[in-house]
């Protein structure tokens, strides 16, 4: 067997966990550690040293986990770069093994706040961000054609004199501009975010690939005094922009038919909610892991500025070009399954931060959790009991009801829903990873408890 152990929950000795524990400032706590079984998902081989969120690290003296059996010792070794101290436990015969040792905080730093140990690599880098723009200009292209067919060549391609505009790009300036004026208005909320990976010595390597770290960024937080850059863009000019594409098609559709359509109306109208909302809870944004763990580079700046604008906007661009019949029964349904959306959404989402902010709130006290060796909880009834990404499920399922007022008969709407399932599947596995980095074994359990990822007995 191996002779790795896995450091899971217990109760603290001094202390109890807390749900803010991971910023506590005192150098040194005890804490009662139990050790748990071996899980296959556990097992990673190569693993020297792995940083329990608050500053802790463990080590495995071989390069398995391991599992406990009865009467064996374990040893496990903790403490910061400069000590480490020894702790020795025993374990018993339902292989749970208790130690109770002092764990000193070390500097915090892992894969967990290396924003390059889960992304792609520099070809597939170097491919998307060619693939993005040419997606982005085929989709804007097809998107005004007759057939409009998703998978076939764009019908024709426009010269370079109708891409280059001084106009246009004197006017995207001017809208940045414009954002970035307001966003520097003195009258806003400061918000502190969440303890950042950025104290991590590892988030800064120095053998960096050039066409990597351009697609990722090599800076977590770029920022000129207070302006920071990352944050502003995530939010106000993309999605504002998107707001403002759409509303620009409902008014064309307006002057073209008189009128617009119904499904031109939904469109517009969820698409708002969803913008509105995110706007309302901005503060909320800060604890995402585009701003918690990946750096500001092509992505972000890109997805952010671009892709949010011209291909979230794809609906109803497409609704301006190709008018959709829809009849209020229909529309009825489509408004429904946008609410359930919003419902599951909002209601996980808010869950989740409330939880987050103060775990005896009234709204979320009663649900039930899970103690990690972090100090924090991880909730396992309410929308975290339903699935492992509850908000996910909902954000899909809006997703859903904005492509259904195109009709079926084109792919292109549904474009949207293609994408965000992939970008959402892939983040749901980054998700993961960080929080068994984080969690350990109580993240197993909670997987052990929660089964299924988003969709409720099918992933
Ligand atoms: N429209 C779009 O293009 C996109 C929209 N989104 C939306 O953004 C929102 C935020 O998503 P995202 O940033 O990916 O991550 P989440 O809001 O899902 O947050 C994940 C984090 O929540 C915490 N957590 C996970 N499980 C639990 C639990 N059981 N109890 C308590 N805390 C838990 C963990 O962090 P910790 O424990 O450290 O708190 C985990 O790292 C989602 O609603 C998503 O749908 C996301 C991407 C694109
Ligand atoms: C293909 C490509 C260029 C991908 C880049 C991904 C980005 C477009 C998205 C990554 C995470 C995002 C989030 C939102 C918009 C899209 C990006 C930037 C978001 C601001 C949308 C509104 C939500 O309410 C949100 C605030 C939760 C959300 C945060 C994540």
């Known amino acids: 067997m191996g002779r790795g152990w896995n450091l899971g929950s217990g109760s603290a000795k001094a202390g109890e966990p807390q749900a803010a524990g991971v910023g506590r ?93 889960d992304r792609p690599r520099p070809p597939g880098a170097a491919a998307l961000m060619l693939l993005l723009p040419a997606t982005m200009f085929h989709l804007l292209l097809v998107v005004r054609s007759g057939p409009a067919r998703l998978l076939g060549p764009p019908p024709y391609l426009p010269g370079l004199q109708v891409l280059w505009s001084p106009r246009m790009l004197l006017l995207w300036l001017t809208w940045l501009g ?11 909320k400061v918000a502190e975010g969440q303890e950042l990976k950025d104290k991590s010595r590892l988030l800064y390597p120095i053998n960096g690939n050039p066409i990597y770290d351009f697609f990722l960024g090599r800076e977590l937080n770029p920022r000129v005094w207070s302006f920071d850059f990352k944050y502003f863009c995530e939010l106000r000019p993309g999605l504002i922009g998107w707001v403002l594409i759409n509303l620009a098609m409902l008014m064309q559709e307006a002057e073209l038919r008189g009128s617009p359509s119904l499904a031109m109306w939904l469109v517009n109208g969820f698409q708002l909610l969803y913008v509105g909302d995110a706007l309302w809870h901005e503060e909320a944004v800060l604890t995402t892991m585009d701003i918690t763990h990946d750096g500001f ?57 409330t939880f987050r902010k103060n775990p005896s709130d009234p709204r979320v006290a009663d649900l039930e959790t899970i103690p990690t060796a972090t100090g924090r909880q991880l909730l396992v009834s309410g929308w975290w009991g339903m699935v492992r990404h509850p908000n996910y499920l909902g954000d899909l399922i809006m997703a859903l009801a904005w492509s259904l007022p195109c009709g079926v008969s084109h792919l292109l709407p549904y474009f949207y829903l293609l994408y965000f399932t992939a970008l959402l599947v892939h983040r749901e596995a980054r998700d993961e990873q960080q929080c068994l980095q984080k969690y350990g074994l109580a993240w197993h359990e909670y997987c052990r408890r929660v089964p299924y990822r988003i969709l409720p007995y099918i992933y």
């Not at 940083?51 to 903790?78: K, N, T």
Request: hydrophobic share 40%; charged share 20%.
């Open 25 to 117: 400032d005192t150098e040194e706590q005890d804490l009662r550690m139990v050790a748990c079984e071996w899980s296959p998902e556990a097992e990673r081989s190569g693993v020297r040293r792995e940083a329990l969120s608050g500053g802790l690290y463990r080590e495995q003296q071989e390069g398995l986990w391991g599992s406990v059996e009865a009467g064996a010792r374990m040893e496990v070794r903790a403490g910061t770069e400069g000590g480490d101290r020894d702790m020795e436990g025993r374990g018993n015969a339902e292989g749970a093994l208790e130690t109770t040792g002092r764990l000193v905080r070390g500097s915090e730093g892992s894969c967990g706040a290396d924003a390059r140990c």
């Open 178 to 188: 414009l954002q970035a004026a307001l966003y520097l208005l003195p009258a806003r």
């Open 297 to 353: 580079g092509f992505m972000l700046a890109f997805g952010d500025l671009a892709w949010v604008p011209f291909t979230y906007s794809l609906q109803a661009q497409f609704l301006l070009h190709h008018p959709q019949p829809l009849g209020l029964p229909v529309a009825s349904v489509i408004c429904l399954i946008n609410a359930v959306g919003y419902y599951i959404f909002r209601g996980a989402n808010s869950q989740k931060n």
